[in-house]
Structure formats: structure tokens, C-alpha cells
């Protein structure tokens, strides 16, 4: 079966370049704009649309053999993640501060104990990062294998309603119900926005941000696409719809239409997605639909286009560095656990959202040093 989104990939080109042309002349009237191309990004942003073609091949090669209940060192995993956690606690315990009290006086622990204390920090910092991360890839590796589309179809509840027209249509309307939940979800949980952050990377906002891609998809727990199989729509009608879905997604992100009347009371559009990539306040978390907007209208997440949207991150992190693009909010993220005193801040850090997480930073650097 072909690939939709590979084969479209002279009509990204050929529209990029389209754009790009009538933004220079836009530029030359009205001066720059955050929609102009810029070399840097754009670079960036292709290369994160290669890497994300790569990644589907590459990472369950990697990851296979370390699944639970699937590969020969899934075992070893469980175990690394579990014994990890269990030296955690034990060196949080020693890492305590604790007074040593004499005739009602506070004093200064011994410089033993204070090294012992530090060293035993140092611990249970490593070994927190290893047990989440470890952790983290056993969950999310299980979840994939548990709910991939050919597993349930050989589990469907319903009967299989063949490969028509109206299976396709019920197979791209339920793909984009169940991706406005995953998108959702992408936005409020760090661990996900960790994998999606990358598509938002960006101050740009142009056709070349389609292409900007997530490339850990693998280290997610998604509401799973293949739910659609169980309700008998098959698995090669779930692939397509996943093409049709991304294509659709590209030509919204641009500055070059502005409204589209009331084709937008339904669908998603160029003026909606643009408050999608906002980080103006009142566009945060907004407008997560991919193909219909009705979901957003629907459960309380829509924001209609009006002031101009500034693009980017809340925490922007000046790079144009693939690599870094790719892996920033991972290592951030596993920073905060490694600083973390606490089980219940560790845990929080990975699965709260990263507005939480970027307030807890504010309030633990204020704290005074243990």
C-alpha cells in the first residue's frame, strides 16, 4: 500500500515554494512577518519531517526486543526499573536532612554525615532518572504492543464492514475523533507534550512547520487507533485514514489564507490552527482538532482567531539544532527528576502538565538549600 504522505511529497515542495514566493512579495508591501520562511528553521523543520518518516522503521527495531512480555530482555527491564526505584527510596532515606539536637540546641551535622548525605543525593538522582526511564519505556512499549491494529482487529466486537466508502469514512471520522483526545492529551501530560513540543518548536508559521514532526511517538501512551478495528473497520482503512488525516493537517498551517467563512463552523482551518500554535495566553491549549473543529466546539477547547498569534514556546529554546530540537523536553524533564527530592515531585514532573512542571522549577529554586 502506498503511502499518502510519502507520495505527496512533490506537492510539499512544490507548495512550499509557492508560498514562499508570495510571502517575499507580501514582505516587500507590508514588511516581515513571523510567517516568512527563514533558512535555519526551515532546514530544521525538513529534517525533523525526514526524521519522522525514519523513526516508525527504526524505532521498533530498537525497542522489540526490550518489550515486556515480547522481547528476550523485556524481563531485564522490568527488573532494571524495579530495582532502580527500590534504591531510590532506600537513598532518599539517607539523604534526609536530619538536626542532631544536644541540650535543646541545633547543630550542624558532621562533615561524615554531611558527605554521606550528599553522596546518597547523588544516588538516588541517578537512579530515579534510570527507574522512570526505564519505566517509562517498559509501559509505553507494553501499551503499543497490547493495542496495536492487527491485535484487536483479531479481537473486534462487530462484524467487518468491508472496504467501502462509507468503512473509509467511519475509519477517517474515528481516527480524528480519537486524535483530538490523543492531541488533547499531547498538551496536558509532560511525558506527551515531551514527544509533541517538537512540532511547536518553531516561531515560524508556515507550511514548512507541517513537516516539523514528532519523532518519539514510541515513548507515548495513545488512546489507541486501532479501537476502530475493533468496531470492524480494517486495518489498511486505518492506515489510510491516518494519511488522510495528516494530509489534511498540512495545508492549515499557514498565514496565507485568513478566514474561510462558515466552512470553519465545522472544519478546521489556517485561522484556527494558527491559535493552535499560540502562545498568547487566552490560544494556550486550544483548538486541538485535526480535520473537524467540531470536537473542540464540542468539549470546551475552542478559541476563535483574534488578536495577532505570537508562535513559539512559552519557553522558547533558541536553537535551530536537530538533535536538540528533538530531545529537549526529554532531557529537561528527566533533569527534574533527577533534582527531585520525592517520589510524589518525580512522578508529577513526568506525568502533570508543563505549565505545573515550570511552576514546581519556580518554587523549588526558591526553597533554601537542604
Known amino acids: 500500500m502506498v503511502d499518502a504522505t510519502q507520495a505527496a511529497v512533490p506537492v510539499y515542495f512544490g507548495t512550499m515554494g509557492a508560498e514562499y514566493r508570495w510571502l517575499r512579495r507580501r514582505a516587500e508591501r507590508e514588511g516581515p512577518s513571523a510567517a516568512d520562511y527563514e533558512r535555519r528553521d526551515t532546514i530544521t523543520s525538513l529534517t525533523m519531517g ?12 530498537l525497542l522489540g526486543p526490550i518489550t515486556p512480555f515480547k522481547g528476550r530482555y523485556g524481563k531485564a ?5 524495579i530495582g532502580t526505584a527500590a534504591v531510590t527510596v532506600v537513598a532518599d532515606r539517607v539523604a534526609r536532612p536530619e538536626a542532631i539536637t544536644t541540650d535543646g540546641n541545633d547543630e550542624a551535622p558532621s562533615a561524615s554525615r554531611a558527605r554521606r548525605r550528599s553522596f546518597a543525593r547523588k544516588v538516588a538522582s541517578a537512579a530515579a532518572v534510570a527507574s522512570v526511564a526505564a519505566g517509562g519505556i517498559a509501559i509505553t512499549t507494553t501499551w503499543a504492543s497490547l493495542t496495536s491494529s492487527d491485535r484487536m482487529w483479531n479481537r473486534r466486537l462487530v462484524r467487518d464492514l468491508g472496504n467501502g466508502p462509507l468503512a473509509l469514512a467511519a475509519a477517517v471520522l474515528g481516527w480524528d ?12 501530560s509532560r511525558y506527551m507534550w515531551a514527544i509533541h513540543v517538537v512540532h511547536h518548536s518553531s516561531e515560524r508559521y508556515n507550511l514548512s512547520t507541517a513537516l516539523r514532526q514528532p519523532v518519539a511517538d514510541a515513548f507515548g501512551t495513545f488512546a489507541p487507533y486501532g479501537l476502530l478495528c475493533l468496531l470492524g473497520v480494517r486495518p489498511e482503512l ?61 468539549f470546551g477547547t475552542f478559541e476563535r482567531e483574534g488578536e495577532p498569534v505570537v508562535y513559539g514556546l512559552t519557553k522558547n529554546i533558541n536553537t535551530f539544532e536537530p538533535t536538540r530540537v528533538m530531545t529537549h523536553e526529554h532531557a529537561d524533564m528527566l533533569r527534574d527528576v533527577g533534582r527531585s527530592c520525592t517520589w510524589r515531585d518525580r512522578l508529577s514532573f513526568v506525568l502533570r502538565g508543563p505549565g505545573w512542571s515550570y511552576r514546581r522549577q519556580a518554587e523549588l529554586a526558591e526553597l533554601p538549600a537542604a
Not at 50 to 61: C, T
Open 50 to 61: 525526514v526524521a519522522s518518516l525514519v523513526a516508525p522503521i527504526v524505532m521498533p527495531k
Open 77 to 81: 527491564l522490568v527488573a532494571t526499573a
Open 177 to 188: 475523533f480519537i486524535y483530538y483526545w490523543n492531541h488533547r492529551f499531547m498538551h496536558e
Open 238 to 298: 486505518v492506515v489510510q485514514a491516518r494519511g488522510i488525516n495528516l494530509l489534511y493537517q498540512y495545508w492549515i498551517h499557514t498565514d496565507t489564507i485568513r478566514s474561510l467563512g462558515p466552512f470553519e463552523q465545522l472544519f478546521n482551518t489556517p485561522s484556527h490552527h494558527r491559535v493552535h500554535h499560540g502562545v498568547n495566553q487566552q490560544y494556550l491549549d486550544r483548538n486541538h482538532g485535526s480535520i473537524l473543529i467540531l470536537w473542540d466546539r464540542l
